[in-house]
């Protein structure tokens, strides 16, 4: 069985629609897939419609968060996605990307880029505006070579030249309302260093006692030691170990199911998840 717990549609920033990206999953010889686009679940409705026999979905979305001055990315699976005050939340950070998109434009401007708003809005389409658009802009005009050069210092990486600050919400708030809502959290790429100031171990400690139920191991921005470390730390703290691909369509190098999650650890989380169930492919439509 094999199983992606992490990966993004045209509903935030990825490439692939919600119903492509189903077909590419099971293309991919997944049987089951999470979307979880960027605080957002707009992409659900579409790859429900198109999932593929032999496919289950889990519907779930990746949260903005921020603590101890780092930000931080909350994955959250088969939650109620109509629960009030977590959709309220969701709407304050997706309603800024807006503004903060407009806000790197500016300081890109100053930096002598000549990218627009009408060139990213174009690349966003009808997603979730987002640093990821930002950075295919820079790949455009030839500033960069690829996304992932986008997100360094010199320009869009946190504390970078054209960094702006976006509404982030403070994980443990996230891991109550992801809770009050009936779902399960996940601690996205706790390890990712190469983009910026990682959360502290005493933080995830913290996070573990507040009810978060688990940390993505098996994750491209690891590396083996960072794996090994990831892992006694779940194993000290009881927290469930996950492994996705982080899809992003052709924005990214990695492919679906490059990284999986242990049929055991999907089958606790779906124990838990009280919000909402996942979702077994019928065949699907085209959409």
């Known amino acids: 069985m ?7 549609s045209t509903a935030s920033d990825g490439t692939d629609t919600p119903a492509e990206l189903v ?19 707009r992409g659900h409705a579409e790859a429900v419609a198109a999932l593929p026999e032999g496919l289950t979905l889990v519907t779930g979305a990746e949260l903005s968060c921020r603590v101890d001055a780092v930000s931080m990315h909350m994955l959250a699976y088969l939650f109620d996605p109509e629960e009030p005050a977590l959709l309220a939340e969701r709407e304050l950070v997706r309603d800024d990307r807006v503004p903060r998109a407009r806000g790197m434009i500016a300081r890109l401007n100053e930096l002598g880029v000549p990218v627009t708003w009408e060139q990213v809005a174009r690349i966003a389409g009808d997603g979730s505006v987002g640093r990821p658009h930002v950075a295919t802009a ?35 708030d996230v891991i109550r309302l992801v809770k009050d809502a009936g779902g399960v959290c996940v601690f996205a790429h706790p390890g990712a260093s190469k ?11 913290r996070m573990a006692a507040a009810g978060l139920d688990g940390i993505e191991v098996d994750h491209m921005d690891h590396d083996g030691p960072t794996r090994e470390r990831l892992r006694a730390l779940a194993k000290e703290t009881g927290l469930l170990t996950t492994g996705s691909s982080d899809y992003h369509g052709s924005r ?12 055991d650890i999907y089958a606790e989380i779906t124990r838990r998840a009280t919000g909402a169930f996942p979702v077994p492919g019928a065949g699907g439509t085209r959409v």
Not at 23 to 41: E, P
Not at 195 to 205: A, C, D, M
Not at 252 to 263: F, W
């Open 252 to 263: 990214k190098t990695v492919a679906l199911g490059e990284y999986t999650t242990d049929p």
């Open 23 to 41: 077909r590419n999953a099971a293309a991919a010889g997944l049987d089951v897939v999470a979307l979880t686009d960027h605080d957002t679940t």
């Open 138 to 172: 820079l790949v455009e005009l030839g500033v960069v070579p690829t996304v992932s050069d986008a997100f360094t210092g010199q320009w869009l990486a946190d504390g970078g030249r054209a960094y702006v600050g976006k509404h982030e919400t403070d994980p443990f």
């Open 195 to 205: 983009r910026g100031s990682t959360v502290p171990e005493e933080t995830i400690l």
């Open 2 to 8: 094999r199983i992606d717990l992490h990966t993004h």
